[in-house]
């Protein structure tokens, strides 16, 4: 957040000073709008799992706090945390409508892995035993095992993007505010010691679909390098951007109550480029 | 193996596999040599030399021994270890090659195939001038009279060590042997290669070596080398060194349980030789009820005898050994297993095995194996209407864009 921040402060002060330049370097700005961007974001992102307590819980003794903590972990447990790891993702628009800002279909995908730990129930002693068949294992006492494990989830995701980007054309105010919406199909896979994991009727691979919104504000480096961004346009690159954006995702199968979950409020960064 | 050619500097890659019988010390190898010939005939009389001595290898069983040769020249060692209880065989390997030249031979004209042997030394200390080498004391072998103005193709082959009984291959004793070539063809070859079928057994030998190493180094020399043959004559050789001496076996491993799997660890202790390449993990159910070892028993002579080749088996390839471990995986969870540890050296000689250690696979709990809730796997056909919706979106608007609409 300090690093957008500085970068927020710089961007101002640059504008200010560097507006005018821009202008002369390119005044024909406001006729010529990108037709294509992408983008290479990355931020924390941690999935809700479920509505329900205990396989929340669960999430966290296998992914969490519990993969990391030596010893005997019961109910009575407190502080396990949540995975926050990090998710990067690739994102491209395509604009097809000039309505004041650009509005356009956007697609992207994304890439999130937690290690974990498999969980080994224990007797009083702390000596490992089978787990009782069918007993939730968030309530009895458990050890972390000795068997690595693996959550993958690839976000797919598909919508609109509406990009304000009249001040950064008019006026060269290098901001773009913008919002995303859309749809989402969240595949993920576990493996454990490498291989899918498998349990009855359960195989460790699904899908969960879901929708999105999301707010950022995309500042236009071209005025950092302005003279670079001018012959960069007759290239067609149109400029590159650097990105802040928060996201509500909701990606809970439209309410289904027994998928993963990976519902999620985080914010990202991301550095893209757009193409005419 | 690394096989270094005389007339210029030569190596080749492939695997190659040697195998000795412990107390005696008999080996078993499989190479194919050619000497490659690209050059055409020209002038009648032209003399013939040999151009390249190239090994191609068969036989590498189980792919256990296969492996690069060695770089910069050098000679690895080959391994000494025995093939019976592995293979439940004691075939010899075979070594066969071919011999191709450039030119055409001249009048009188003789080609010769012979071994010889010396102590090992890393890098073949021995120079190039002395290698391959005859004079009027070497024992009388016979050679090939090759026909004039003939671009010849010859072939020979034969099973090591077997075939070179009686020879007495050692350390101290240059020894000689021939092999006449029984087959002659005749070609004009370019670009191509040719393989004979051809391993008829040669001169009775023995290798008398039973620890230490030696170079075996296999010679080819065309020329007037009836009798002599000099350092001015075309020639070529590779040699390949046998390691007669088996590793120090490493320490136990530890062992970690896990879920239908153990995890098997060898430390950098474990270690006391420095051409270790591998370690070999042999394991089984531990027997029960009258087969059930006594409680402080750690040998494993349950591996010894069984062999190498019993499934299952796993190798610790790592050969950097700072964490070398191996997940074994497929086993059943509350019985116990006995694990069983050897190192292999670079020769493939395999050392005696380190204690047996045991461990029991335990049942642990996965993600999905416990999950409280209600998880339905899978993938769903609920996110069909979605992405149906968003492909005719998407090609609506590529209409649109197609007629110029913005």
């Given at each position: 957040m300090m690093i957008a921040a500085w970068t927020l402060a710089a961007a101002t002060v640059a504008t200010v000073t560097l507006g005018t330049e821009t202008e002369e370097v390119d005044p024909n700005r406001e006729e010529r709008t990108a037709d294509f961007g992408v983008e290479f974001r990355l931020g924390p992102y941690g999935p809700r799992i479920s509505d329900n307590r205990n396989d929340r819980r669960y999430f966290r003794l296998v992914y969490g706090g519990g993969a990391e903590r030596e010893g005997v972990i019961d109910a009575n447990t407190t502080g396990l945390s949540a995975p926050n790891n990090i998710q990067f993702s690739l994102v491209a628009d395509w604009y097809v409508f000039d309505l004041i800002g650009q509005l356009g279909l956007s697609g992207g995908v994304g890439f999130w892995t937690v290690k974990g730990r498999t969980r080994s129930c224990v007797d009083n002693n702390a000596n490992p035993e089978p787990c009782p068949a069918g007993v939730d294992v968030t309530t009895v006492r458990t050890i972390r095992g000795n068997t690595p494990t693996r959550l993958t989830v690839i976000p797919l995701n598909a919508g609109l993007v509406y990009r304000f980007d009249l001040l950064d054309r008019r006026w060269g105010i290098p901001f773009v505010p913008y919002v995303r919406g859309g749809v989402d199909y969240y595949l993920w896979w576990d493996r454990v010691d490498g291989e899918i994991s498998e349990s009855g009727d359960r195989e460790g691979m699904g899908a969960t679909a879901g929708y999105h919104g999301a707010v950022g504000l995309a500042i236009n480096?071209?005025?950092?390098?302005p003279r670079t961004a001018a012959a960069a346009a007759r290239r067609g690159i149109a400029g590159t951007f650097l990105t802040g954006e928060y996201r509500r995702t909701v990606a809970d199968h439209f309410g289904r109550s027994n998928r993963l979950e990976f519902s999620d409020m985080t914010w990202s960064v991301g550095l893209g480029v757009q193409f005419y | 193996m690394n096989a270094v050619g005389g007339n210029g500097a030569m190596w080749v890659r492939g695997c190659v596999t040697m195998r000795f019988h412990r107390g005696i010390g008999v080996a078993v190898a499989g190479v194919l040599v050619s000497v490659l010939g690209l050059v055409p005939s020209t002038a009648l009389g032209q003399s013939i030399t040999l151009s390249e001595l190239t090994p191609f290898l068969e036989n590498c069983d189980l792919g256990l021994n296969c492996r690069d040769l060695g770089e910069n020249d050098q000679c690895t060692l080959l391994n000494s270890a025995t093939c019976t209880s592995e293979v439940g065989s004691t075939q010899d390997r075979e070594v066969s090659f071919i011999v191709r030249t450039s030119g055409v031979s001249a009048a009188n004209q003789d080609m010769v195939i012979w071994v010889e042997s010396e102590a090992y030394q890393l890098g073949s200390a021995t120079p190039d001038s002395e290698k391959c080498i005859r004079d009027q004391n070497e024992p009388k072998f016979d050679s090939l009279k090759l026909e004039t103005d003939r671009a010849p193709l010859g072939s020979a082959g034969f099973n090591f060590p077997a075939d070179l009984?009686?020879?007495?291959?050692?350390?101290d004793n240059p020894a000689r042997t021939r092999w006449t070539l029984s087959q002659i063809i005749y070609e004009a070859i370019e670009n191509t290669t040719q393989l004979l079928d051809d391993t008829a057994p040669l001169t009775a030998a023995q290798c008398t070596e039973t620890s230490g190493s030696l170079t075996v180094r296999l010679c080819v020399a065309i020329g007037n080398t009836s009798s002599v043959v000099t350092d001015a004559d075309p020639r070529k050789w590779f040699e390949f060194a046998v390691d007669l001496d088996k590793p120090s076996p490493p320490q136990p491993p530890s062992v970690t349980s896990r879920d239908s799997g153990v995890q098997v660890s060898l430390t950098p202790t474990s270690v006391s030789e420095d051409d270790v390449e591998r370690w070999e993990v042999i394991y089984r159910q531990q027997p029960t009820g009258a087969d059930a070892p006594a409680p402080n028993d750690t040998s494993c002579t349950w591996a010894e005898t069984s062999g190498t080749c019993q499934n299952p088996r796993v190798e610790l390839v790592n050969r950097q050994i700072q964490n070398a471990t191996e997940n074994i995986g497929g086993l059943t969870n509350g019985i116990p297993y006995e694990f069983c540890v050897r190192t292999v050296d670079r020769a493939a000689n395999r050392s005696d095995f380190a204690a047996k250690v045991v461990a029991t696979p335990q049942d642990e709990c996965d993600f999905i194996e416990c999950y409280p809730g209600d998880l339905r796997t899978g993938c769903s056909a609920t996110a069909l209407p979605m992405w149906a919706l968003l492909a005719l979106g998407g090609g609506w608007v590529w209409r649109r864009r197609q007629r110029g609409l913005r």
């Open positions: 480096l071209s005025f950092v390098e | 009984t009686g020879l007495n291959l050692n350390r």
